[in-house]
């Protein structure tokens, strides 16, 4: 540790995204192969992606992608809306992704209730969080950014 902060490698911040969530997705393969189809097909990178479940079986699917995308992700969205058993979506712009990393993420405890307990102290309202064994990414509102970095510095050190 230094100065009681956690060591980690940086912060990155990716700002002008638009969050989308999907609500009733079935993850059995086709119905959300043809959803994440239709985003490639329309040409719209996701810089973001993960998978969730509620308690009644329904999946979530949130998506990170670029502001510039937003007339195209209108559009997709409108003919996902028009499947026969359409998934609840909500959109959330502007939103921007925090990404904490390494080294040895994979090798240590705690990173995730750091996280969780510097977020939830700020009041900060996640919409998604995704890990590896190198990282931890937030989706979040952008006008939680500032706050929720803040609130990151305030628990984890990296060198600037």
């Not at 990716?14 to 119905?31: K, Y």
């Not at 028009?82 to 080294?103: F, H, K, M, Q, S």
């Amino acid at each position: 540790m230094t100065d009681g902060r956690i060591p980690c490698g940086g912060l990155l911040q990716r700002d002008g995204l638009i969050a989308v969530e999907l609500l009733g997705v079935a993850w059995r393969g086709r119905e959300a192969c043809g959803v994440l189809a239709r985003f490639a097909g329309a040409g719209i990178p996701l810089l973001f992606l993960q998978v969730g479940a509620a308690a009644d079986g329904r999946k979530a699917l949130t998506l990170g992608m670029a502001a510039a995308e937003h007339g195209r992700c209108v559009e997709v969205l409108a003919s996902i809306r028009n499947d026969r058993t359409p998934p609840e979506i909500a959109v959330v712009e502007p939103a921007a992704v925090l990404t904490l990393y390494g080294p040895h993420f994979g090798e240590r405890t705690g990173l995730s209730l750091g996280v969780a307990e510097a977020l939830g102290g700020a009041d900060v309202d996640v919409i998604a969080l995704g890990s590896s064994v190198n990282s931890i990414s937030l989706l979040l509102r952008a006008a939680d950014a500032v706050r929720a970095r803040e609130a990151l510095r305030a628990r984890f050190h990296w060198p600037e």
